[in-house]
């Protein structure tokens, strides 16, 4: 039987009396239980955040637990033991058990491990290892969950990290530092977050990264590509003229195009959030942003400069994403316009009592 570390004589009071006196004097001819660690080693590193599995020889008359120490005090996570010892189970022919053990509850740094077996009349016996832990951190973007970040005027970005030990987290933009947190220990894991303002920057695409780094200088990066953007969409609209047949319900649409080349850019119809506009001479608060043709939110940043035309329908034909059709019902045009002019107020038109649209990124995301 190896003799244990000092770290260990503390916790394991029996032990350290076995190893100073001989057996027949603490315990009459009944030896204490023989414990011998088979695996892992003494020394060897552990560089993971897994669970240890450890092989044991006991050598016991009347064999009643086992217990597991990480410096000389119980885990506060009891391993899983295989097979599990019975009561006054005999060991004399010697027993081998696997024991199973979530490794988290160890920091990074030099610990002592070690296996006390207990008879049932409260003999000890214990056999201990020396171990290394040193893991690198592992980082993952937990939100945002999708990279099209249109429309967001601010955005929680957050990273889970986990480590064996105290970590520093700092997230970069476009190679551009946002600052540095310490979300503390991280053995189970840990949250990194920063509020994104996103009004600073261009419509388009954007890197974020993220530099996770341990106390032992360990580092590891995550990062993502996202798209922020303006969105360009109906907030208020009223119509007067409509009824598309007796009873029936409208389905009030709003086209965009290139007052100067004609180019269709995009509309809002039913699966935009027009679907509530149903009767003439009601004023509808709606949410509708303008889709491209190919079902991409229009983004008004893209509209800066042009000379727009706004075409409001009632649609009879084939509904938005695509243009105007010969069987539609018109119910007003306006322009030419710019985004400013779309964007600015109250509109009026035709047979188009009201309608308001916005621009920007109102979105919290």
Excluded: K
């Excluded at 189970?89 to 490794?103: A, M, Y």
């Excluded at 084939?318 to 985004?339: E, N, S, W």
């Amino acid at each position: 039987m190896r003799r244990l570390p000092s770290s260990l004589a503390a916790g394991v009071t029996t032990v350290a009396l076995a190893l100073a006196l001989p057996a027949c004097l603490l315990y009459g001819d009944d030896p204490p239980p023989e414990v011998t660690i088979t695996s892992p080693t003494d020394g060897a590193l552990i560089d993971d955040r897994g669970t240890i599995e450890l092989d044991v020889d006991v050598v016991a008359d009347e064999l009643d637990t086992l217990e597991l120490l990480l410096d000389g005090a119980a885990v506060a996570g009891p391993p899983t033991i295989t097979p599990a010892p019975t009561d006054a189970q005999d060991c004399r022919d010697g027993c081998t058990f696997h024991l199973s053990w979530d490794s988290r509850e160890a920091r990074e740094g030099g610990h002592s491990l070690a296996v006390r077996a207990l008879a049932r009349d409260g003999r000890a016996g214990a056999d201990g290892v020396a171990l290394r832990f040193e893991d690198v951190p592992a980082a993952r973007i937990d939100s945002p969950t999708g990279d099209d970040l249109q429309g967001a005027g601010t955005v929680a970005l957050t990273y889970v990290i986990e480590d064996r030990g105290d970590v520093t987290a700092e997230l970069w933009i476009d190679d551009v530092s946002q600052g540095v947190v310490s979300p503390g220990d991280c053995r189970r894991g840990c949250l990194a977050s920063w509020d994104w303002d996103t009004a600073g920057y261009a419509s388009g695409t954007h890197q974020i990264a993220l530099i996770a780094r341990d106390a032992l200088g360990h580092e590891v990066g995550d990062g993502r590509v996202v798209t922020v953007g303006d969105l360009l969409w109906v907030s208020s609209i009223e119509v007067t003229g409509e009824t598309d047949g007796l009873g029936s319900l409208l389905e009030v649409e709003v086209h965009l195009f290139d007052a100067d080349s004609g180019a269709f850019l995009g509309c809002a119809g039913q699966g935009q959030g027009l679907e509530d506009v149903d009767l003439d001479d009601v004023v509808y608060d709606v949410f509708a942003p303008l889709v491209t043709p190919a079902g991409r939110r229009l983004d008004a940043a893209d509209l800066a400069g042009r000379n727009l035309r706004l075409e409001v329908i009632e649609d009879d034909q084939l509904p938005c994403l695509a243009p105007p059709g010969p069987a539609d019902d018109p119910i007003g045009t306006l322009g030419p316009v710019t985004v400013d002019d779309l964007t600015a107020g109250e509109l009026a038109f035709g047979n188009v009592l009201h309608l308001e649209l916005g621009a920007g990124r109102p979105f919290d995301l």
